[in-house]
């Protein structure tokens, strides 16, 4: 079998995992790694027995196909130069910082007619393939994902950053168009927001509240929907769906105003081990990452159309961009000339409680 030749550039704390995988993958030749933090670079081809580049474009008439694993502000400019030279692309999510910026990469792929598919890897979640599985027909999803803070992705707020994991998830379970969106968030770090809370309302009348933050001390990785059919949830970190559903007296008519005080009684007891009915799916683990680059491979070899291609990354940045615009325009107190967006909030008026650092004793 002829192996696809595929090149990682960036190889910080994602691009590194990705060329350890296509490294010992099977049809791909890991052709060579591509960072300009040389000794880190060096450090990865050394682990994956595989050659060290400085720039991406040394990568250019060697491979058939690259990940671009470098901070999302230079998506745009090292796709370009890597699809200019011919080269298919598995780019990270976001796929770029701004719409226009993405549009232009997926065009650009398509005019060449290269693969270009994006980084949104919650799609190879198991327990969201058991979620898709069940035929759901969402009315309301709420999305919730918070981490400690990371250090990293700092060139883009957690709209960009973590929230638009569960846009592309949404958006791939609605098939639907966002019709209103009212969103707000605020800079904790400085820079950009945070965290953001927002409200989605689609064409055929289903809404979506997500939440997300990266400054939170419990990470959480979940989503709720509800639908006609029942309730889904799943944790997506611990790869679980748990499922309800109405039992066979919701179908017969049932008013619970109409039973008498032992009725009532007896149902109340009943309620949650009869009449609604549960299932927890508990998803072997797997490596997603591996499973991404697997799509990937194939998507190459011509064997299927990959996953999450590089319209469904335009489409995740475009409803991104919904949101940001609706959280720079936040009016916090509601004047027109007050504070807005996510770093101008109201002045301060003082502390919650005495401080408790050291120098505050000093
Ligand atoms: N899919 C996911 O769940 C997920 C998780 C983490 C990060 N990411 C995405 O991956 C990308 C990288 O994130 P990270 O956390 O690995 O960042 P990182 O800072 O750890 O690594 C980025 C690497 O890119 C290198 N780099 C800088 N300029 C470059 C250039 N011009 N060409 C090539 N490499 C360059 C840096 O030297 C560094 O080694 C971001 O777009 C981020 O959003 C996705």
């Known amino acids: 079998m002829t192996k696809v030749r595929i090149g990682v ?8 995992e990705h060329a350890r995988i296509l490294s010992q993958m099977e049809g791909v030749d890991l052709v060579g790694v591509a960072d300009p933090s040389r000794g880190q670079a060096e450090a990865v081809a050394l682990r994956c027995n595989t050659l060290a580049f400085g720039n991406h474009k040394d990568l250019i008439g060697k491979v058939d196909a690259a990940v671009v694993a470098a901070p999302t502000i230079l998506h745009h400019e090292v796709a370009t130069e890597l699809l200019k030279g011919g080269v298919s692309l598995l780019v990270e999510k976001p796929l770029a910082k701004d719409l226009d910026q993405c549009r232009e990469l997926n065009q650009l792929a398509l005019d060449r ?13 198991p327990a969201y393939e058991e979620l898709v599985k069940t035929g759901l027909s969402p009315r309301y999803i709420v999305c919730k994902r918070t981490s400690s803070f990371p250090g990293r992705s700092l060139d883009v707020g957690v709209v960009l950053d973590l929230m638009i994991h569960d846009l592309d998830l949404v958006l791939d379970l609605l098939k639907d168009t966002p019709t209103r969106v009212e969103a707000f968030g605020a800079a904790i770090m400085g820079g950009f927001e945070d965290m953001a809370q927002v409200r989605i309302h689609f064409a055929r009348g289903a809404i979506v509240d997500l939440m997300a933050s990266r400054v939170h001390p419990d ?8 639908g006609p059919e029942g309730y889904a949830g799943v944790d997506f970190a611990k790869r679980t769906l748990k499922l309800w559903q109405q039992g066979t007296i919701f179908r017969q008519g049932f008013e619970a105003n109409k039973l008498d005080g032992p009725a009532m009684g007896q149902f109340r007891a009943e309620l949650f081990t009869r009449h609604l009915e549960n299932q927890i799916i508990t998803c072997e683990p797997c490596d997603q990452l591996t499973r991404e680059l697997e799509d990937f491979r194939d998507g190459l070899m011509g064997k299927k159309t990959v996953r999450v291609t590089g319209e469904h990354g335009v489409r995740a940045v475009e409803l991104a961009s919904l949101i940001l615009k609706s959280i720079d325009q936040h009016p916090w107190t509601a004047t027109p000339f007050g504070p807005s967006g996510p770093r ?3 002045t301060s008026k003082g502390q919650l409680f005495a401080t408790t650092q050291k120098e505050a004793a000093a």
């Open 9 to 16: 550039v960036g190889v910080g704390h994602l691009g590194k």
């Open 113 to 125: 007619n290269l693969l270009l598919q994006v980084g949104h890897i919650e799609r190879f979640n």
């Open 219 to 226: 990470p959480c990785r979940s989503m709720d929907i509800w």
């Open 344 to 346: 101008d909030l109201p």
